[in-house]
């Protein structure tokens, strides 16, 4: 966090990130009222540290706050990093979450960045004085400015150069960067007061900005104010601020985003098409010239009526010269406008909510032309060591390729998970495929030092756990670990409310896993597609079974090796070989 002169407010949202879980470390910019004080008041409870910027003068040198910033990222020792300021409030868009649970959620999904939708709290009259509560004082807002839209500002700290200067501050840039599709929550609150604002903006930013950052386009928020402004705001003019509306307009922007991006791939898709059309034509064009040609060659016996043709086959030939002409023009300029939207900012930035569409929406990858460049995945590892590439699933690489099918198989059953869902060691997949749908999120852990869990007990066990009582049950990659297995399916389906459903995978092949055998779990199995038939079908009706059994041979082997979803070809993740299986995705219905 830095801060210049912030006494009235930094104490305030020091306290709303501690008790978010969140821990600070400020850089005070020369302040001349008691703003480190009040921060260092709260060391050992939550503050880290207190420094005040190295620097000569009192200019207001916004790079060198921001490289001090870039420079604690890498040394602080934090799992996750939030570029942050001192009249903020941050927070997470599901209300049952806090900013640090969300953020770990974000981690679990396999993002590595985080953007905010900022809203600004104007005054809209002068009664503010310190020590008021900040949402009583300030209920009326209005979205941030076009020059703040972007507020790509938390990151997972493991990431290598990220750069905050080159973008004035408002997005932590990096490679390899995956920013989470749903924005987090920013309150901002720049401005308290008619005295406030004219003491800040006429006397502490103006005078204080350096020419050099004026000149890149930065601090352009203060332009038009000068020493006869009004800082005090028509609430008229302002929306109330009402948190639960807002959250649902941050929902509802993410599936407008995911609507603009189909409309964007319809329009690329459109645009291939009539670039091969124009490509067909093109080719058509050709064969015609040859056979006018080769009938010219083929009549030059006959003088009188070779002549006569001559005559039509030159016209013909002009006229189908004009059109190659034409059609080569059309298609050069489709190659150019496909080749600026792929490279186009809005494509690279958007990317990460493609991949999120092609998982929620169910919608096909993208298939590029052979016509039109298209990034590829990177070749994939030659599969001959003895050890793997990863020890870890493939986690450290990307997406691992188990997690590509339960993805999948999550998305097509997302209207399966309603009302009360009871989900293994965190309700991740509840919130991201159930939504709003969700009545009631529980968590069922065998750990007792699990902090999400709700229900602590073993399936297999004979721990008493609540039946009858969910509509669905995300059961992924667990029931392996139970040796057991019968009587943790019995029980499974027994937790389920009439109507209510089972939506379970287990591995057919995988690494053995060794993460829990500190609490007694131990990998147990693994399926053919028959024994998990013979299983279920003990304790269901045919009719309400359903399996799905993914993967072929170069999926199971790379798997094993640890490679991710990134690293194979779509064609290669789409093709399902029964005799080489991955994984099993079984839905199951309980009988009212």
Not at 8 to 29: F, N
Not at 33 to 57: M, P, Q, W, Y
Not at 232 to 237: C, K, Q, S, W
Request: proline share 5%; charged share 25%; with cysteine.
């Amino acid at each position: 966090m830095s801060a210049f002169n912030e006494a009235d407010i930094i104490g305030a949202v020091i306290e709303h990130l501690i008790d978010q879980r969140v821990s600070v470390y400020l850089i005070d910019d020369g302040s001349s009222d008691d703003t480190v004080d009040i921060a260092r008041s709260f060391l050992n409870r939550g503050v880290l540290g207190v420094e005040t910027l190295a620097k000569s003068g009192q200019a207001f040198d916004w790079s060198a706050v921001l490289r001090r910033k870039q420079e604690l990222a890498r040394s602080l020792g934090a799992d996750w990093v939030l570029h942050h300021d001192a009249d903020e409030f941050r927070e997470s868009p599901w209300p049952e979450i806090d900013l640090s649970e969300g953020i770990q959620l974000v981690d679990r999904l396999g993002y590595n960045a985080i953007d905010f939708r900022l809203l600004n709290f104007p005054p809209v009259d002068d009664t503010y004085e310190r020590g008021d509560s900040i949402p009583e004082k300030f209920r009326f807002f209005e979205p941030g400015a076009a020059h703040d839209r972007v507020q790509i500002k938390c990151w997972k700290a493991s990431v290598e150069a990220v750069d905050l200067v080159s973008s004035g501050g408002h997005h932590a840039e990096f490679a390899e960067q995956r920013v989470f599709p749903i924005p987090f929550l920013l309150r901002h609150y720049p401005i308290r007061s008619q005295r406030h604002g004219a003491r800040k903006v006429l006397q502490e930013r103006q005078a204080r900005f350096v020419e050099s950052e004026r000149a890149k386009g930065w601090h352009v928020q203060y332009d038009a104010i000068g020493p006869d402004h009004v800082f005090l705001r028509n609430p008229d003019e302002l929306k109330l601020y009402e948190a639960a509306a807002v959250r649902s307009e941050l929902a509802l922007s993410h599936r407008a985003a995911l609507s603009a991006l189909d409309a964007l791939q319809a329009e690329l898709h459109q645009a291939e098409s009539r670039m091969h059309a124009q490509a067909d034509a093109q080719a058509r064009i050709s064969e015609n010239l040859a056979a006018a040609e080769h009938s010219l060659a083929s009549t030059q016996q006959a003088l009188q009526d070779a002549s006569a043709r001559l005559d039509n086959t030159h016209r013909e030939v002009t006229l189908l010269s004009g059109k190659l002409a034409e059609a080569n023009t059309g298609a050069m300029l489709l190659a150019a406008e496909i080749e600026a939207l792929r490279a186009s900012r809005s494509w690279r930035v958007t990317r990460p909510l493609r991949w999120a569409a092609s998982v929620v929406e169910g919608a096909p990858r993208e298939q590029p032309s052979a016509a039109v460049p298209a990034t590829q995945p990177p070749p994939a590892p030659a599969l001959t060591s003895l050890a793997p590439l990863s020890a870890s699933w493939g986690t450290d690489r990307g997406l691992p390729i188990d997690r590509h099918f339960i993805h999948a198989f999550l998305a097509k059953h997302a209207e399966d998970i309603r009302g009360r869902v009871l989900e293994v060691k965190d309700s991740g997949y509840t919130h991201v495929f159930g939504g709003d749908k969700v009545l009631e999120s529980a968590v069922l852990d065998i750990r007792q030092g699990n902090t999400l869990a709700t229900i602590v007990g073993d399936l297999a066990g004979s721990t008493s756990l609540p039946e009858g009582r969910f509509d669905c049950f995300i059961l992924t990659q667990t029931l392996h670990l139970i040796f057991d297995l019968q009587a943790a399916v019995r029980r499974a389906l027994a937790l389920l409310a009439p109507g209510g459903v089972l939506l379970a995978t287990v591995p057919a092949v995988s690494r053995v896993s060794d993460e829990d055998e500190a609490y007694g779990v131990q990998d147990c199995w693994r399926l053919t597609r028959s024994a998990v038939e013979r299983v279920f079908l003990r304790e269901c009706h045919p009719d309400d079974l359903s399996i799905e059994t993914h993967g072929n041979v170069r999926t199971c082997a790379a798997f094993l090796y640890g490679l991710a979803t990134e690293e194979l070809e779509s064609s290669t993740l789409s093709f399902d070989d029964p005799l080489f299986p991955l994984i099993h995705c079984i839905r199951v219905v309980r009988r009212s």
